[in-house]
């Protein structure tokens, strides 16, 4: 596996580590609980990191030196991949002939490099987007930066030769097909899945996930009767935390004694083109005049965020891409119901007024509509908790694991398939003209 830009061993919430971080990590792990090897590629951004080191039993991350350890870019790194190749073909040379069978990168600028490891090495290279520069144009974020041409070159040569391309859903083969010509054939849905023994509501009893609720909220400073709407992730005009905010201030708007009570968490930290103004979340909180209420708190681990979901009467997602939606996923398994923006793979992860609410854009006022439903019926949050915990059960890493393995398996037997048939032909030219 390949993940150039960001380190499976990175906290995820900080730089540019999300969920992809996540999918690596539990994918591999996964992965080597049925029997596969996998050594994880990626930059090394310190000093003194140990070349090799050892994730989980079967699985293993290699630090390549590529490029400055600190102040690069992830838009700088294109400048950095025939280093990064070069390390990677280092580490090749030191393995017998054929130790690798499969390449799998994740991110286009992964992808580049993989794509080259894939034909020297002779094996197939199966790739997964995660984000498309062309999606994520045509729905830019106002002040975001546009993604580069050099990417959506790069992204269009992964569809042409990649051996498979995996989608997190169907709507994203949808845009892989519409927007890069991808085969239909060598493309395969593998939803990602979430970490079932870390997230769940807590108690172990999905339907009464309210005290997983109040025992969370005790660890965490939260009164008992506070109306908490969520937000976690990296923090950038992507992922809309201002829609959260400036949602809130409706809500407050229409009814000025929620104040007393409404706690609203943002857990993570500036990332991408937020980086160019860190503390621009706090100053609107402070603009809009509800910086009394709003809580900034750094990236947790898994077992910390669980608590923030399960503390949480909502999460609430207001993307303007995503290809899945993993902080969703995870918030439903701990029984917290999600209001989301209808986009990307947010549709499949989120049951429209089962397991929450889906919202057409990205209008404030609408956020602002959905939260006061929870705000007036104290019951909504439990109900729909214990609805989307129950859905959250069929998001399963090992279901994960399990059909991403069949496509390895599937690109391996067409490769062989191809291999076959070259020498077939080139020994029947070398018989027609010997």
């Not at 005290?211 to 965490?220: K, M």
């Not at 709003?294 to 898994?302: A, E, I, N, S, W």
């Not at 009467?313 to 899945?324: A, K, R, Y």
């Amino acid at each position: 596996m390949l993940s150039v830009h960001t380190s499976p061993l990175h906290q995820p919430g900080t730089g540019d580590a999300g969920g992809m971080n996540v999918y690596v990590v539990e994918l591999s792990r996964q992965l080597a609980a049925l029997g596969i090897e996998v050594e994880i590629f990626t930059r090394a951004t310190a000093p003194g990191l140990d070349p090799a080191v050892p994730l989980a039993p079967g699985v293993l991350v290699r630090h390549v030196d590529a490029g400055p350890y600190e102040g690069l870019r992830k838009e700088d790194l294109p400048a950095q991949l025939c280093t990064f190749a070069h390390g990677l073909t280092q580490v090749w040379a030191t393995h017998r002939p054929g130790y690798f069978d499969l390449v799998h990168t994740h991110y286009w600028l992964s992808g580049q490099v993989g794509w080259l490891a894939a034909r020297r090495w002779g094996v197939p290279l199966v790739h997964a987007m995660h984000t498309m520069a062309k999606v994520k144009n045509a729905a830019l974020a106002e002040g975001d930066t546009p993604e580069p041409a050099v990417r959506i070159i790069g992204e269009s040569q992964l569809a042409r030769d990649a051996d498979r391309l995996v989608a997190n859903t169907p709507d994203e083969a949808a845009q892989l097909f519409h927007h890069y010509d991808a085969d239909p054939e060598r493309t395969a849905v593998v939803q990602p899945g979430v970490n079932l023994d870390v997230f769940h509501p807590g108690n172990g009893a999905v339907e009464s996930a309210g005290v997983g609720r109040v025992a969370a909220r005790a660890r965490l400073g939260l009164r008992r009767d506070a109306l908490v709407p969520l937000f976690t992730g990296r923090i950038q005009p992507l992922k809309a935390p201002d829609v959260l905010l400036r949602a809130v201030r409706e809500l407050l708007d229409d009814d000025p004694g929620l104040r007393e009570r409404l706690v609203v968490p943002v857990v993570g930290g500036p990332s991408g083109s937020g980086l160019e103004r860190p503390e621009g979340l706090q100053k609107l909180a402070a603009r809009l005049g509800i910086a009394d209420i709003v809580r900034f708190h750094p990236p947790v681990g898994q077992a910390r965020l669980a608590d923030w979901y399960r503390a949480a009467d909502v999460l609430v997602v207001p993307s303007h891409s995503e290809s899945f939606g993993l902080v969703a996923a995870e918030a439903q398994a701990c029984g917290t119901p999600v209001v989301a923006a209808a986009v990307g793979g947010l549709p499949v992860v989120v049951r429209d007024g089962v397991t929450g609410f889906l919202v057409d854009g990205h209008d404030p006022v609408d956020y602002a509509r959905a939260l006061r439903r929870f705000a007036e019926n104290p019951t909504l949050s439990p109900r729909m908790g214990a609805a989307a915990a129950r859905h959250a059960r069929r998001f399963g890493w090992g279901t994960t694991a399990a059909a991403t393995l069949s496509v390895y398996e599937n690109a391996l037997a067409d490769h062989r398939a191809r291999a076959y048939r070259t020498r077939a032909v080139a020994a029947l030219r070398a018989a027609v003209h010997g």
